[in-house]
């Protein structure tokens, strides 16, 4: 049977029995506390709530990770630092500028904790995929990319994609990750760089001075793992059609030369119009276009946020990505709840996109994709 056509047969399944929502009130809690993004995650869990998706899900509650698992990637001196400035809410420890800890990830009281709680729930996930309790797990606080083992990156200050990678790959031979958030997915492509079990797949926005300043076409991976990282730069200004123009090229290749088992799915908002980073002109209905993409591949698959700083937009992104998970059309209005007044001035679900224009030519994007599938011939 085609993957298509699996896609389509699982698609028309009960969903109560196929998607996991992971959530509690302290996990939102704790996510509410990071203070890039205060309180997003409120926001999005109260906008799925309040368009009533919850029932058609398995709400999952998360447990905090364990130091023992979040060692599995991270290193203990890390964590051990992590934990102390964390107690001690002590942001002048001489010894946080070597563990990345400072300007762009502030230490403050309780940062281990929601680090543990942000890994925990991605690991949750994942447990429930290797469990067959679900064939898609969402965790929409997760998805945090740039960390490394041993350092703090990007705000992020565990990399719980990378946790939740592992997880998987203790019953999947192959797992994809596939990353469409405006920045780079260093710390994951850092991690798998030597390994061809694991294929990284990053769209992202790469020019000079742009964090995290890595992440171009020619950045394929290392040794064993060599032609196993797949990095699509690409330009400002890109909306709907050509970014799902390149991501539907290139996963295709993707899919047919790696095969993987199982996909963790990173979804960042940054790329959205609107955004304070002011890059990508993109709309929550192109970005779905590439989920459901990924979807009919009909694998078990793992549903993580990410960046998205326009806090709004975030929200109505995720809900909006929840509703094409679970099949459901969502009203444009914006239903009365909690932070309802966040949305005007129009109360809308829709996102359009600004008049900026489109750096990408079609010459260029060609030339990468070309690049991107010769290299992808190489994968055996």
């Known amino acids: 049977m085609e993957s298509s056509e699996l896609g389509e047969k699982y698609l028309k399944q009960s969903p109560e029995q196929l998607i996991v929502y992971i959530y509690s009130p302290e996990y939102i809690s704790a996510c509410d506390s990071l203070c890039k993004i205060p309180s997003r995650a409120s926001m999005v869990h109260s906008l799925i709530e309040a368009y009533g998706l919850l029932p058609y899900m398995r709400v999952v509650r998360p447990k905090p990770a364990t130091m023992e698992e979040m060692a599995t990637f991270h290193t203990h001196a890390y964590l051990q630092h992590l934990q102390l400035v964390s107690e001690e809410g002590d942001d002048d420890n001489p010894e946080s500028v070597e563990y990345g800890l400072g300007y762009d990830c502030p230490t403050s009281k309780g940062i281990y904790d929601y680090a543990a709680a942000v890994g925990g729930a991605t690991l949750t996930a994942a447990q429930c995929l290797i469990d067959q309790k679900c064939k898609i797990a969402i965790n929409w606080p997760g998805g945090w990319h740039h960390a490394k083992k041993d350092e703090a990156s990007g705000f992020c200050y565990v990399n719980d994609a990378v ?117 990508f002109n993109m709309t929550p209905v192109g970005i779905a276009k590439c989920l459901k993409y990924v979807l009919h591949w009909g694998l078990p698959t793992l549903i993580l946020g990410g960046g998205g700083y326009n806090l709004a937009n975030t929200a109505r992104c995720w809900t909006y990505l929840t509703g094409v998970i679970l099949g459901k059309t969502l009203a444009s209005e914006i239903p009365d709840h909690e932070y309802f007044t966040d949305y005007g001035p129009d109360y809308v679900l829709e996102i359009t996109p600004s008049c900026r224009p489109d750096r990408n030519d079609q010459q260029q994007t060609e030339r990468i994709l070309s690049s991107v599938k010769g290299n992808l011939k190489n994968v055996v």
């Not at 998987?168 to 390994?195: M, P, W």
């Not at 290139?250 to 996909?263: D, G, R, S, Y």
């Open 163 to 279: 946790l939740g990678i592992l997880r998987l790959r203790q019953k999947y031979e192959r797992v994809l990750y596939i990353d469409l958030d405006l920045h780079h997915s260093d710390g994951v492509d850092d991690a798998f760089c030597f390994t061809s079990k694991v294929m990284t797949v990053s769209l992202h926005k790469f020019s000079p001075g742009f964090f995290p300043g890595t992440g171009d076409v020619t950045d394929i991976g290392l040794g064993k793992g060599r032609w196993y990282s797949v990095n699509v730069p690409l330009q400002d200004g890109i909306q709907d059609d050509r970014y799902f123009h390149v991501c539907e090229s290139i996963l295709k290749e993707v899919c047919t030369a790696f095969n993987p088992e199982a996909v963790v799915l990173q979804l960042g908002a940054d790329t959205l119009a609107g955004d304070p980073m002011c890059c």
